[in-house]
C-alpha cells in the first residue's frame, strides 16, 4: 500500500536555508546538503528544496548546491524556484532533482507545464500553488464551521508577494489539466504560524484532482499531520521549521500517524 | 578484486546523478556513455530513465544506441533497467504508441483503478520468488515510486516476474530473467534496501561478467 509521506522543506536562500514567517522574517536554519542528510536518515521520505529568493547568488550556485544535497541523501528531491522554461528544468534534473517545482512561472505561461511534462513526463512536474484565504480573515472565529463552498482562495506569487486574482481551486484543476503530476499547496495565512495546515483548502483541491497533494503551511505536532491528511486529503505533509528546531521528530509525527490507521514507512536501521 | 564497470546510459532523461552516485557509494566504476561505441569495456549496463517511451527512444536513436542497447540484452550480458528502462525491455508503450526493445513479451500500460495517479511515493515491493537482487530485502519492503505506466508481461513472460505492487491494482515491480533485471522503482533514491539492491546488482553482475571472460 502507498505509504503517506513526510517532507522536510528546505528554503534556500543564498546557499543556506533559511525560515520565515508568511514568508518574511527570515532566519538561518543550517546547510542545505548536511540538513537533507540528516533528515534521509531520520526518516524523511522526500526532501523538498525550494530556492524562495530571487536567486540573487545566481543559477549556477543553486545547482551545485542541488547537486551536493543529491549526493548526500539517497531519497527523492524535489527542487523549486525561479524555473523558467523547459532548458532550466533539463538542468536542475541533471543537477539530480527527482521533480521541478514550477510556481510562478507557471502562473504566467501556464503553458509552461504542458512544455514540461511533455518532455520530462508528469510524475517530475510539481506546480506549488501559494493560496491565501479571501472574504474571511484567518482569525475568524465562525471560521470553523465555514461550508467549504463559501471559503474561497486565491493565488499568490513572487513568495507570496504579489496576487495574481486566479482562483487556487480552479488553478490547480488547470494545472493538472495541463500537466501536473502533483501539487505542492500551501497555505500562506498558516505558513510559519504553527496554526496547523488549512485542510479545507485542502480538501477543496484534493477533492477535484486525482494527482498528489501535498500539504504545506502551519504544521505544529504530530496531529496536524494526521489531520491535513485524514481531513484535507492529502497525500503527503510537508513542514520546516518544526524540524529544523527539533520540535518534532520525523519519528514522532510518523508515530502519531501510525497511531492513526496511516500506511508508514518505517526507516531501515542502516546502510549497508 | 577490480571494481565493476558500470556503463550508465545517458540520454537526457532526468537525473543521473543519484544513480551515479549510489553505483560509486557500492563500488562500481562508473562511466556514462553517450553512444554506442563507449560500450566496449563495459561489465554491466544501467539505463535509467522517466518519462513517457516515445521520446526517450527517440533519443536513444539519435544516438545510435538502440541497436547495442538490444545487442547487449540479447548476447546475455547484465542489464538493470530502471523505471523507464524496465519499460523499454516490451515491445511497445500504451502511453504514446511507441515501439520499444521488445526483448520480453509484454507492453507499458497505464495503472490500473489507481486512487492517485502518478503513482508518487514509498510501497511495498511483495516479492514472488527469491532472487540475488533482494539479498537481505525485507520480501515486502519500501521503495520509491514515480510513474504512471507499468511494463504488463504476456502470459508466456510470466516467470520473468519477481516481484508486484499493489496501487489500486496490481502490477509488476520487478522483473528478473538471466542476465536481464528491471525494477519499477527507484532503487537509488530509496534509502538504505535502494543502496543494497544497488550493491546486490554489482555484485551479481560481477559474477556473471567474471565467469563469462
Known amino acids: 500500500m502507498l505509504r503517506r509521506r513526510v517532507i522536510p522543506c528546505l528554503d534556500v536562500n543564498g546557499g543556506r536555508v533559511v525560515k520565515g514567517t508568511r514568508f518574511v522574517d527570515l532566519t538561518d536554519e543550517g546547510d542545505p546538503p548536511q540538513l537533507a542528510a540528516r533528515y534521509a536518515a531520520e526518516g524523511a521520505d522526500e526532501i523538498v528544496f525550494l530556492d524562495i529568493g530571487a536567486a540573487p547568488e545566481g543559477r549556477g550556485t543553486l545547482l551545485e548546491i542541488v547537486e551536493r544535497t543529491a549526493r548526500r ?3 527523492p528531491l524535489t527542487v523549486g524556484g525561479g524555473v523558467r522554461s523547459v532548458e532550466e528544468m533539463r538542468d536542475v534534473l541533471r543537477a539530480g532533482a527527482d521533480k521541478v517545482s514550477l510556481n510562478t512561472a507557471a502562473v504566467a505561461d501556464p503553458d509552461l507545464i504542458a512544455r514540461c511534462a511533455a518532455r520530462f513526463g508528469r510524475q517530475a512536474v510539481v506546480v506549488a500553488i501559494d493560496a491565501r484565504r479571501v472574504g474571511v480573515t ?6 470553523a464551521e465555514l461550508e467549504i463552498r463559501d471559503a474561497a482562495w486565491e493565488v499568490l506569487v513572487r513568495g507570496g508577494r504579489d496576487v495574481t486574482g486566479l482562483d487556487a481551486v480552479a488553478w490547480a484543476e488547470r494545472a493538472v489539466a495541463l500537466g501536473a503530476g502533483e501539487l505542492l499547496v500551501t497555505s500562506i495565512d498558516r505558513d510559519g504560524t504553527q496554526a496547523g495546515f488549512d485542510t479545507a483548502l485542502l480538501r477543496a483541491i484534493s477533492s477535484r484532482v486525482r494527482v498528489p497533494v501535498i500539504a504545506s503551511g502551519g504544521a505544529a505536532g504530530p496531529a496536524d499531520f494526521v489531520a491535513a491528511i485524514v481531513e484535507g486529503g ?6 520546516a521549521s518544526i524540524f529544523h528546531r527539533r520540535i518534532h521528530s520525523i519519528a514522532d509525527v510518523k508515530a502519531a500517524m501510525a497511531a492513526a490507521g496511516l500506511p508508514i514507512r518505517l526507516v531501515p536501521a542502516s546502510v549497508p | 578484486m577490480s571494481p565493476l564497470r558500470v556503463a550508465l546510459v545517458d540520454y537526457g532523461a532526468g537525473n543521473l546523478v543519484s544513480i551515479g552516485q549510489a553505483l560509486t557509494v557500492v563500488g562500481a566504476e562508473v562511466a556514462l556513455i553517450g553512444d554506442g561505441r563507449d560500450l566496449a569495456g563495459a561489465e554491466a ?3 535509467p530513465g522517466v518519462g513517457a517511451a516515445a521520446p526517450a527512444m527517440a533519443r536513444l536513436h539519435e544516438r545510435g544506441l538502440v541497436e547495442p542497447i538490444r545487442r547487449w540484452i540479447v548476447d546475455g550480458r547484465p542489464y ?3 523505471c523507464l528502462g524496465l519499460q523499454l525491455l516490451f515491445s511497445a508503450s500504451e502511453e504514446d504508441g511507441a515501439a520499444t526493445f521488445g526483448v520480453l513479451p509484454g507492453r507499458t500500460v497505464e495503472l490500473a483503478d489507481a486512487p492517485t495517479l502518478p503513482h508518487i511515493g514509498w510501497n511495498q515491493v511483495i516479492r514472488r520468488r527469491e532472487h540475488p537482487l533482494f539479498a537481505g530485502i525485507g520480501a515486502a519492503a519500501d521503495f520509491y515510486f514515480v510513474h504512471s505506466y507499468a511494463g504488463r508481461p504476456d502470459p508466456e513472460a510470466a516467470s520473468a516476474v519477481l516481484a508486484d505492487t499493489v496501487h489500486g491494482g496490481s502490477f509488476v515491480s520487478a522483473i528478473a530473467r538471466g ?13 538504505p534496501d535502494g543502496l543494497r539492491l544497488i550493491a546486490n546488482f554489482v555484485a551479481f553482475a560481477r559474477d556473471l561478467a567474471r565467469a563469462a571472460a
Do not use: K, M, N
Open chain 1, 73 to 75: 541523501a539517497f531519497i
Open chain 2, 80 to 82: 538493470l533497467g530502471i
Open chain 1, 234 to 239: 492529502a497525500d503527503a505533509v510537508l513542514a
Open chain 2, 179 to 191: 542476465p536481464l533485471l528491471g525494477v519499477q522503482f527507484h532503487p537509488e533514491r530509496s534509502g
Open chain 2, 45 to 47: 549496463l544501467v539505463v
Open chain 1, 138 to 143: 484567518d482569525d475568524d472565529p465562525g471560521q
